[in-house]
T-cell receptor, first 112, second 107 residues
């Protein structure tokens, strides 16, 4: 189903390499979010953006970077500074920060 | 600081038995309260929000501001309720997700 599209579904990273995860939405939502999901940890917020050209750090932003140049796109870069990048990454969007969030299918990142 | 507590990681119930998932939160201001659900091989999705005061799939959630709780309840569990459930209070800039409850409904 549409709404939020994350790609790729699976991603492998070599040591010392940056990788970028894609997140696109066609819901015309202002707010977008990136979460990391680890077993037993729930969802932890990495970065969020309430409007184009603006974003804020979440709880675990170290080793990650984002951009929000277009309303529909919020890519996440996992840099080599992120020492434990193996995880499941979820992107979400909402009409506003107090509105329900819509989630993508996720990207699973693994280290080679 | 924002904090969400969902005390039981795993909850096993028999089909037809009541199920209650506890959620306590610590959040500044007046948060919106949400429950999200993730069924096997499906996306995380909204189950219900406190402001709508509706029953979704037989689930209801009562907001108790005095106890800062937002427990999720269903009187008769069904097998299709087996899933991961997350409580998420939200405010002016973000949601805070709990660690989740894995619910297993035993036939």
């Amino acid at each position: 189903d549409g709404g939020i599209t994350q790609s790729p579904k699976y991603l492998f990273r070599k040591e010392g390499q940056n990788v970028t995860l894609s997140c696109e939405q066609n819901l015309n939502h202002d707010a977008m979010y990136w979460y990391r999901q680890d077993p037993g940890q729930g969802l932890r917020l990495i970065y969020y953006s309430q409007i184009v050209n603006d974003f804020q750090k979440g709880d675990i932003a170290e080793g990650y970077s984002v951009s929000r140049e277009k309303k529909e796109s919020f890519p996440l870069t996992v840099t080599s500074a992120q020492k434990n990048p193996t995880a499941f990454y979820l992107c979400a969007s909402s009409a506003g920060v107090r509105q329900p969030q819509h989630f993508g299918d996720g990207t699973r990142l693994s280290i080679l | 600081a924002q904090r969400v507590t969902q005390p039981e990681k795993l909850l096993s119930v028999f089909k037809g038995a009541p199920v209650e998932l506890k959620c306590n939160y610590s959040y500044s201001g007046s948060p919106e309260l949400f429950w999200y659900v993730q069924y096997s091989r499906q996306r995380l999705q909204l189950l219900l929000r406190h402001i709508s005061r509706e029953s979704i799939k037989g689930f209801t959630a009562d907001l108790n501001k005095g106890e800062t709780s937002f427990h999720l309840k269903k009187p008769f569990a069904q097998e299709e309720d087996s899933a991961m459930y997350y409580c998420a209070p939200g405010g002016n800039n973000r949601l805070a997700f709990g660690k989740g409850n894995q619910v297993v409904v035993i036939p």
